[in-house]
C-alpha cells in the first residue's frame, strides 16, 4: 500500500535546521514496517541525515558546504537571482532532494544520533515543500 501527503516545512534562515519532530508532525500514522521517502520540491535547498546531538554539527555543515561551493565565482552565468542562487542549485544537487528512511515498528528506524535535516542554502526563502511517500 501506497500513501502520499504533501506539506509545508515552516520557513528557516540559511543554514542547516533538524527537522525530525516536524517531519513527523506532518505524517500519518506509520505502518508497522515500510519505507518513507522525503522528496523536497526547490532546487535551492536540500535534505540528508546526519547527527543530532550536538548543534555544532549544524554549523560546522554549513562552513564546510560554503567552502565546497563559493558565491560570485567569475564564471557563473546564472546571477540574476542573487549571489547565492547558483550556489544553491549547486549545493542542492551535491546534498540531494530525497531521502528514503526505513520503517520498523510504526517508527522511523534511525540511528540513536540522527536526525533529519533541512538544508537551506538561500539568504532569504519561503516555506518549503515536502512531499512525503509511505511504502508499506
Not at 500514522?29 to 555544532?56: Q, R, V, W, Y
Request: with cysteine; charged share 20%; proline share 4%.
Amino acid at each position: 500500500m501506497v500513501s502520499q501527503n504533501e506539506f509545508s516545512l515552516q520557513a528557516k534562515r540559511r543554514g542547516f535546521h533538524l527537522i525530525t519532530n516536524e517531519i513527523l508532525q506532518n505524517l500519518p500514522e506509520l505502518p508497522e514496517s515500510g519505507l518513507l521517502n522525503l522528496f523536497i520540491k526547490h532546487t535551492s535547498a536540500a535534505l540528508t541525515i546526519n547527527e543530532n546531538a550536538d548543534p555544532d554539527v549544524l554549523d560546522d555543515m554549513e562552513r564546510i558546504f560554503n567552502q565546497l561551493v563559493k558565491e560570485r565565482e567569475p564564471y557563473y552565468t546564472h546571477t540574476l537571482e542573487g549571489s547565492d542562487d547558483m550556489p544553491a542549485h549547486a549545493k542542492s544537487t551535491i546534498a540531494g532532494v530525497s531521502l528514503n528512511i526505513p520503517i520498523t515498528n510504526g517508527k522511523l528506524n534511525m540511528g540513536m544520533w540522527q536526525g533529519i535535516y533541512l538544508c537551506e542554502f538561500r539568504n532569504r526563502s519561503g516555506s518549503r515543500k515536502i512531499v512525503a511517500t509511505i511504502i508499506s
